[in-house]
């Protein structure tokens, strides 16, 4: 992949999940405004919240365009709450990366409504409920870019997931549809399946499991995925709208039947999604 241009994403702003650390670092090093979001649950503190933290503070020492902001999305009202925040800060948001996932292991022997109400909230209506506060700014003649992070429920079974395999398989058809009807406003729309990612939650005993099933005896990095989000944040990701770019070796997920998805250190997780 040829080395974005970081002109391409000047004066444009960030708000990053609690899982997109790699995604602020290469948003800043492109001069991008960046604000980070954390769960607020405080249950969930783990070794990734201390690397957000020091991500943090180190954006700190070096830019006046960072800030962090605790948003629960299984709220209805967070999605428009999240957008006021962001355009008060950076003005219009031209990128909206949805990253934010809630996970509960379960088959369908243990699957119940109110789990299925518990992966809706986050993984379905927030999703939506953000794009349309993205595609309801009122700029025009502005090129902007939803990327939607799915984990290829629609190309490979996962067994042991079946509430969050239901409503995360929804962004794929979000992002083929949408994708059609945001094309007149100059809005492009995608999907990074990325597979299992090394974002610090993988054990040893799971990540041998990885290497063993894993055709090139890898395992995707957090830059590496960052890079192509970055990509079709740019103007060389103009002309691509309505994919699902599978960033995985082929068919790993589908061997790596144990492993639970890429964030599994996200489970009950309702932390905000990244916004350009």
């Not at 999605?79 to 990253?99: H, T």
């Not at 729309?189 to 040893?204: K, M, Q």
Request: proline share 5%; hydrophobic share 40%.
């Amino acid at each position: 992949m040829a080395e974005l241009d970081p002109h391409h994403l000047l004066d444009r702003a960030v708000i990053a999940a609690r899982a997109g650390a790699e995604l602020a670092a290469q948003w800043r090093k492109r001069g991008i405004g960046t604000v980070d979001t954390k769960s607020t649950d405080t249950d969930l503190v783990t070794a990734a919240d201390h690397a957000v933290e020091a991500l943090l503070s180190e954006l700190e020492l070096i830019a006046d365009d960072v800030e962090a902001v605790e948003l629960d999305l299984s709220q209805p009202t967070s999605p428009a709450g999240l957008f006021k925040q962001a355009r008060q800060r950076f003005g219009p948001i031209d990128i909206l990366v949805n990253n934010a996932a809630h996970w509960e292991a379960g088959g369908i022997a243990d699957v119940s409504a109110d789990q299925l109400d518990r992966h809706h909230a986050v993984n379905v209506r927030a999703s939506v409920l953000l794009c349309a506060e993205f595609a309801r700014q009122p700029e025009a003649n502005r090129p902007r870019r939803i990327i939607n992070i799915t984990s290829g429920q629609g190309h490979s079974p996962m067994p042991g997931q079946i509430a969050y395999v239901v409503t995360k398989a929804a962004l794929d058809a979000l992002t083929i549809t949408l994708s059609a009807e945001l094309a007149g406003q100059g809005i492009t729309v995608n999907a990074i399946d990325p597979g299992p990612t090394d974002t610090g939650w993988i054990s040893d005993e799971l990540r041998s499991e990885v290497l063993q099933a894993s055709p090139g005896g890898r395992i995707s990095s957090p830059d590496e995925i960052a890079a192509i989000v970055c990509y079709l944040s740019g103007d060389a990701g103009a002309s691509i709208t309505g994919q699902i770019i599978r960033a995985q070796e082929g068919g790993l997920a589908a061997r790596v039947k144990s492993a639970g998805p890429r964030r599994a250190r996200t489970s009950h997780h309702h932390s905000a999604p990244d916004i350009i």
